[in-house]
């Protein structure tokens, strides 16, 4: 039996990653205790989290209210099982983010590490804020936190590319936020009389059955309207700020990609979608497979741009456009083993991304290359590098036993069992594709002979504080495929099977 609990504990992680920032800027005069700061705030906030998992298992659903601003608006957190997924990848990718972060900023004596080092904690504090919001008006105040925090670290550069692709950046996610997310929740609030979410029936939502027969059409505006201003979800059209934000350094973008920014919008729109409308809801108005043909779409249109980069940060970009909508069109199928997929491939796509972007950013700083058409022979210098971006690339093709291969078979049977077949065929060529733009670059690195002007003897791996959290991300992925009951235990909960 589900049960919500009122408890103080949900404080406490989100407490300390509003402090680390600060803390950050204190310890500003001496690197080493700026940057073990953040480790010391990754550490206890990740055992923070830990501490509701038995009760979340268990059924619990924790819940505490700050304060209330009207009836049915109030800044509130709440966990379940859903929250602990993207809590948990956000706390646990910090410290492997911020090892990561040393070995980076430092090689390439990076300037301003104090504002770079205080922005990304503050990211963390808004994807943990999204992971708990308790209600629409909640995660809109976390959802814009992250935005306004990330743009420094998009234009860490500071010159006129940077500052461009932060621009477009800050233009799509403030604007589509402006025009339709805030709009989503004034009709929200007009037609349910609330902003709270529900968390112990995904089925039912928040919007009466009553309202949904007399208001049909202003129902589906206000979807419309939910899935347009979140978009930092990338479905296109609203994806472009996306690849424009790989001015950043690698970090950045492994932070955008993988813990904060993007899957604080697939955690959105799963939200809204299962706390918010419910599948019941979305069922009777058609709203989930309309909404699972543009995630289809997205997934196909950005893999065959994805073949057509050179840059690995620009394949990998658009990488992430088509691999965030296998969480959309999970969801949107409305059906058992699509939902478990949808949400399952939240995780799995965090470990297997940020593996890859790690790897990227350290082909970068032990070789300065980014083209990988010069990449011939790599793999034979940096063979822990290439090996774990090889392993994750498996995982984004969806070969076992790589965890992408899970959150893939449980897509195609949640597009069976809604008997989507054209939705299926999009699956199977999405994979095709993955492997179309992610094969060449290890069989480059491993098989092929570097080309005669390159002197690829004075390449060797990046330093191991770099190193070293990318092949553990990329060895999570393995065991997420192995094991992936880890995180499906959380789903189950959500979905009370």
């Known amino acids: 039996m589900t049960s919500v609990v009122e408890s103080y504990r949900l404080l406490l992680p989100v407490l300390i990653t509003f402090v680390a920032p600060f803390a950050v800027i204190l310890a500003r005069g001496d690197q080493n205790q700026r940057e073990g700061v953040s480790f010391i705030a990754a550490a206890t906030t990740f055992l923070a989290v830990l501490t509701m998992v038995p009760g979340v298992l268990s059924g619990t659903i924790f819940q505490f209210t700050l304060f209330k601003l009207l009836p049915g608006i109030s800044v509130t957190f709440a966990a379940d099982g859903l929250s602990m997924i993207f809590a948990l990848i956000a706390t646990f990718l910090w410290g492997f983010a911020t090892s990561y972060n040393v070995g980076y900023m430092r090689s390439l004596r990076e300037h301003a590490q104090t504002r770079y080092y205080f922005c990304f904690a503050v990211a963390i504090f808004g994807a943990l804020g999204v992971a708990f919001a308790g209600n629409v008006f909640t995660l809109y105040l976390f959802y814009e936190v992250i935005t306004v925090f990330t743009y420094p670290l998009v234009a860490h550069h500071q010159d006129k590319e940077g500052f461009l692709g932060a621009r477009k950046y800050l233009v799509y996610l ?18 349910c009389g609330t902003l709270e979410m529900n968390f112990t029936d995904i089925v039912a939502g928040i919007f009466p059955p009553d309202v949904v027969a007399e208001h049909p059409n202003l129902v589906r505006l206000t979807y419309v309207l939910y899935i347009a ?31 904060a920014v993007v899957k604080a919008g697939v955690f ?14 979305m069922d009777v108005l058609y709203l989930g497979i309309p909404t699972a043909y543009v995630a289809a779409f997205t997934i196909l249109a950005a893999s065959f741009i994805a073949l057509t980069k050179d840059d690995i940060k620009a394949r990998l970009a658009y990488s992430t456009v088509s691999q965030l909508s296998y969480v959309v069109i999970g969801v949107a199928l409305l059906t058992p083993s699509g939902v478990e997929g949808g949400l399952l491939h939240i995780p799995n796509h965090a470990f297997s991304k940020i593996t890859l972007f790690f790897g990227a950013g350290a082909i970068y700083v032990a070789t300065h290359l980014r083209k990988i058409s010069e990449m011939n022979g790599l793999g034979r210098r940096m063979p822990w590098t290439f090996g774990a971006f090889a392993l994750a690339s498996l995982s984004m093709i969806g070969m076992p036993p790589v965890c992408g291969f899970v959150s893939k078979w449980y897509l195609l049977n949640g597009a069976l069992q809604a008997d989507q077949v054209i939705l299926m065929a999009a699956l199977l060529l999405s994979t095709l594709l993955n492997a179309g733009y992610f094969v060449p670059i290890f069989y480059r690195a491993f098989f092929m002979a570097p080309k005669p002007e390159a002197n690829i003897e004075q390449y060797s791996e990046a330093p191991k504080v770099m190193v070293i959290p990318l092949c553990v991300t990329a060895g999570i992925s393995l065991l997420l495929g192995i094991f992936p009951g880890i995180f499906k235990s959380f789903i189950q909960v959500l979905m009370h099977i």
Do not use: C, D, Q
């Open 174 to 191: 403030m604007g589509t936020s402006k025009l339709f997310l805030l709009p989503a929740m004034v009709l929200t609030y007009v037609l």
């Open 229 to 259: 201003g979140l978009a930092k979800a990338a479905l296109m059209p609203f994806h472009n700020w996306l690849p424009s934000a790989m001015v950043a350094p690698t970090p950045v973008s492994a932070l955008l990609h993988a813990v």
């Open 268 to 281: 959105s729109v799963s939200r809204i979608i299962l706390s918010v409308f419910g599948t019941e809801t």
